[in-house]
């Protein structure tokens, strides 16, 4: 068993429909990170959050420390979204551990 | 733009040659980490310079090495190459070996083993 783990691991939505990707990890965690990497490869860091809920424009991220769970939601979705969504969580040691991503396709 | 750059972005070796990878980290970022990426894949970890030390190293051998220089940017090498080492190699920058600290991506190295 991953020790992050991520669902679904491909999404299709209509552009407009609300989005939301899950992620749950299994050990001990200082932060956790919601990445978006594009075809080609560029990773961009979306959020990083220890506690509660982050927002940045039509994007939000939760976590639930003592479920060990976070989601990052998407409102009002386009097709510029389209993307990987990769969860990464930051442990004691000076690693990230990436879940294996969300791909998804947002089409018109 | 996140202002960390890698070079070369794309790659071609065969089996058993050696790869240099480069990595120029954010203006100001003291540390730099690199991860390998394989198709479909999550990236790995494989290990994080702090000041031109080794500060945390994944779970890969010591075939791959890595050196960061007083400038901050950092290469990171691969000997006597495999077909498994194909791979995006991504390296990121961020302001301390903290990994609570944001981590600022490039584009990543696409490294073909033939």
């Known amino acids: 068993k991953n020790e992050v783990e991520q669902s679904p691991q491909n999404l299709t939505a209509q552009e407009g429909e609300f989005i939301t990707i899950n992620c749950s990890y299994s050990?001990?965690?200082?932060?956790l990170h919601w990445l978006q990497q594009h075809p080609g490869g560029g990773i961009v860091s979306l959020f990083m959050?220890?506690?509660g809920k982050k927002k940045h424009g039509r994007l939000i991220a939760t976590i639930n420390i003592q479920e060990k769970h976070s989601s990052l939601h998407i409102t009002a979705s386009h097709p510029r979204d389209s993307a990987v969504y990769i969860c990464?969580?930051?442990?004691?040691?000076?690693?990230?551990?990436f879940g294996t991503g969300t791909r998804l396709q947002v089409t018109l | 733009e996140t202002g960390v750059t890698q070079s070369p972005t794309h790659l071609i070796k065969t089996r058993g040659q050696q790869v240099t990878l480069r990595c120029s980290s954010q203006s100001g970022h003291n540390t730099v980490s690199w991860y390998q990426q394989a198709l479909g894949q999550g990236p790995q970890f494989i290990f994080q310079?702090?000041?031109?030390?080794?500060?945390g190293r994944g779970n890969f051998p010591p075939r791959f090495s890595g050196l960061q220089f007083p400038n901050y940017s950092s290469e990171l090498n691969v000997n006597a190459l495999e077909l498994d080492d194909s791979a995006l190699y991504l390296c990121?920058?961020?302001?301390?070996?903290?990994?609570?600290?944001?981590?600022?991506f490039g584009a990543g190295t696409r490294l073909s083993v033939l």
């Open positions: 990464a969580v930051a442990g004691t040691a000076s690693k990230l551990t």
């Open positions: 959050l220890s506690s």
């Open positions: 050990v001990g965690i200082s932060a």
């Open positions: 310079y702090y000041r031109e030390e080794e500060n």
């Open positions: 990121a920058s961020s302001l301390s070996g903290r990994t609570k600290n944001i981590q600022y």
